[in-house]
């Protein structure tokens, strides 16, 4: 007898009905920190399976009262996560093939050494990890296919696997996320992918964008007020903090929120409790919150325009989003999996880019990220017929020339700044199709700058 290993709490049923052989295999599975029953019957066996779940079933083929082979198909319909394994006279090769057809584990042929059982409950161990792990993925809605991994609606090369993976981790928990990124990331969409694998996903998602409202408004978007709190509020209203209560609230740009606003976000984090504009008592709430922003937070800090102890707060779980730049490698699978995705809805057939189509989108800059790679390679569908998209119809400027060819500008022609600066800036729109948050990004000026010089250019 070799060394006894350890299977500890793997729970096995023996069906046999050679009394010495059941002996043996119940002490060597015993010894092995087994849960072990045993049945000398099919009747005794359908007994014990009615009464207990077992993640093994070694049976013997020829039983008193019928065929372990008819145990093993009802079995495998009855409790299919439970791995059975047939035990064969020696050389009866046939029948094991047969077993192992219908659905085996495995098979011993008898005498066998306890290795042999060793070498089973092993893979058994093994095959329940990876089960575990699949059902794990699947548990975070991350799935694999074709080289990409996808969470909920986000699709990712490799590049994004982890983030994925630490998103669906702690989709599970309640923890307070922050979503770091730059404009287009995807910083908004995992959000929602994060509310989506959470136990919350049958609760509200609600969402806001922080630097979008202005600073009076927002106060009261978010924590709602008292009838009479003020002038115009005729009737008690619900801030987004109540509405969302149970599921999860999405402050988006929250490096954007005032100081004093701050404060009572904080306040939410630490005592799950706000109080409404002119309320007396505050309410509890019960909101995962999850913030995103472009913005550096920590610089923020030390301008002394966040709190110090809210972006603590925050900052349990940060994941950052990279820009599509920083993972190159994603831009041509993506670019095919959006051109087949639109392709699909526009019911079009395509097979692909061609090549200088392929290098220009390798080439680009992508300041606008995955959203402007998607806009991209939509436009460029629609402005192609052919079976291949042409460089020509993603129109992307590439090379980024400062002053283009367009409305007859070029570096020898003698310019006011402002003029060069409302062309500049046009074009930056264009290219960004109208994202104003992202050209702002882009051209590094505040957004309040550029919806100004939007005005006075008359570019809206
Ligand atoms: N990983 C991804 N898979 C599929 N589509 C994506 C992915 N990332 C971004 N997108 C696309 O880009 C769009 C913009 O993404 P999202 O709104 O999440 O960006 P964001 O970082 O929140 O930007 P913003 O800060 O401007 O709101 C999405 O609507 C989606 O179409």
Request: aromatic share 6%.
């Amino acid at each position: 007898m070799g060394k006894t290993e350890s299977f500890t709490d793997i729970k096995v049923l023996v069906v046999e009905d050679d009394d010495l052989l059941r002996r043996v295999m119940y002490d060597r599975l015993t010894a092995s920190e087994c849960e072990v029953m045993a049945a000398d019957s099919l009747h005794d066996a359908h007994r014990l399976l009615a009464s207990a779940s077992f993640d093994i079933m070694i049976t013997d083929i020829r039983l008193p009262d019928g065929s372990g082979l008819d145990l093993l198909e009802e079995q495998r319909e009855a409790a299919p996560e439970m791995a059975i394994v047939v035990m064969t006279a020696f050389a009866d090769v046939d029948t094991a093939v047969s077993a192992l057809k219908q659905g085996a584990f495995d098979y011993l042929s008898k005498p066998f050494e306890d290795e042999q059982l060793y070498k089973i409950l092993r893979n058994l161990k093994d095959k329940s990890k990876l089960t575990r792990k699949v059902e794990t993925l699947k548990d975070y809605s991350l799935r694999e296919f074709e080289g990409f991994v996808q969470f909920d609606q986000m699709i990712g090369t490799s590049a994004m696997t982890e983030i994925f993976n630490m998103a669906g981790r702690v989709a599970k928990s309640g923890a307070t996320v922050l979503i770091l990124g730059e404009s287009g990331a995807g910083k908004g969409m995992l959000s929602k992918a994060i509310h989506r694998s959470s136990p919350r996903v049958k609760e509200p998602f609600v969402e806001i964008n922080c630097s979008a409202i202005p600073e009076h408004l927002l106060e009261s978007e978010l924590f709602g007020y008292e009838s009479g709190a003020f002038t115009d509020a005729k009737n008690k209203k619900l801030g987004l903090f109540e509405v969302a209560e149970g599921g999860t609230i999405f402050l988006d740009e929250i490096g954007d929120m005032d100081l004093a606003l701050q404060a009572k976000v904080l306040k939410v984090l630490e005592d799950r409790e706000f109080r409404r504009l002119g309320a007396l008592r505050p309410t509890q709430v019960d909101v995962r919150i999850i913030a995103a922003t472009n913005r550096n937070l920590k610089e923020l800090v030390k301008e002394g325009t966040f709190r110090e102890d809210l972006f603590y707060r925050l900052s349990v779980v940060p994941i950052k989003v990279p820009p599509l730049r920083n993972h190159p490698n994603s831009i041509e699978p993506m670019a095919n999996y959006f051109l087949q995705l639109f392709a699909k809805q526009m019911g079009r057939v395509v097979q692909g880019f061609e090549a200088d189509a392929l290098s220009m989108l390798r080439a680009y800059n992508w300041p606008g990220n995955v959203r402007e790679l998607r806009n991209v390679i939509e436009r460029g569908l629609i402005l192609s017929d052919g079976d291949y998209i042409k460089a020509s119809a993603l129109n992307l400027d590439v090379g980024a020339a400062p002053a283009s060819a367009e409305e007859g500008s070029n570096l020898t022609e003698l310019l006011p700044l402002a003029e060069i600066e409302k062309r500049h800036i046009k074009r930056v729109l264009k290219t960004l199709e109208g994202n104003r948050k992202a050209a702002a990004e882009v051209l590094q000026i505040h957004r309040t700058t550029l919806y100004k010089k939007i005005e006075v250019y008359e570019l809206g």
